[in-house]
T-cell receptor, first 111, second 117 residues
């Protein structure tokens, strides 16, 4: 099975908060990432968190890491229509640039 | 603009054609990567180059041939591909100082959409 798992779809109303969840299996992961992919575009790095941190906040984005449960979440406050995209969770093992990605969560923001 | 530029953005090729994808990074990074993104599958790492040396080949068929002439440029040469190779090919780069010192962020290009007919 996949090493990184995400739910496939999330629908959220504009102005509400979105929470995207991710679980991973590699306990040696040192960094975990969230990327955003808009239609027809490449991956845009949103934020990342070091494994010895529990939380990281960056403007509307809050990342929570539960290392014991190997659970990562991304919260987007005041979700806007421009936040509609696919969000990928990724973990980095100890080798060069080897990111293990989840399948992505499609976020649809409705007015 | 992430500092990683890929060309062409779209490519249609026949199964007997030879074509190449090009990637250039303007970030001064020392590591470059090719990833493949297929429909309904997670991103797959194909190749890793560090200081121009290939450090990883993730069991990629030989019809895909990477080339890294310097730390700023990366190519993916394509030959006798199959329709199932149709996908988005993403180039990425990072500044990695040594294995084990993870965390340096990886920046992706916009991707090259490949269709094999």
């Amino acid at each position: 099975g996949e090493d990184v798992e995400q739910s496939l779809f999330l629908s959220v109303r504009e102005g509400d908060s979105s929470v995207i969840n991710c679980t991973y299996t590699d306990s040696s992961s040192t960094y975990l990432y969230w990327y955003k992919q808009e239609p027809g575009a490449g991956l845009q790095l949103l934020t990342y968190i070091f494994s010895n941190m529990d939380m990281k906040q960056d403007q509307r984005l809050t990342v929570l890491l539960n290392k014991k449960d190997k659970h990562l979440s991304l919260r987007i406050a005041d979700t806007q229509t421009g936040d509609s995209a696919i969000y990928f969770c990724a973990e980095k093992a100890d080798s060069w640039g080897k990111l293990q990605f989840g399948a992505g969560t499609q976020v649809v923001v409705t007015p | 603009e992430t500092g990683v530029t890929q060309t062409p953005r779209h490519l249609v090729m026949g199964m007997t054609n030879k074509k190449s994808l090009k990637c250039e990074q303007h970030l001064g990074h020392n590591a470059m990567y090719w990833y493949k993104q297929s429909a309904k599958k997670p991103l797959e790492l194909m190749f890793v180059y560090n200081f121009k040396e290939q450090t990883e080949n993730n069991s990629v068929p030989s019809r895909f041939s990477p080339e890294c002439p310097n730390s700023s440029h990366l190519f993916l040469h394509l030959h006798t591909l199959q329709p199932e190779d149709s996908a988005l090919y993403l180039c990425a780069s990072s500044q990695d100082d040594s294995p084990g010192l993870s965390g340096n962020t990886i920046y992706f290009g916009e991707g090259s959409w490949l269709t094999v007919v």
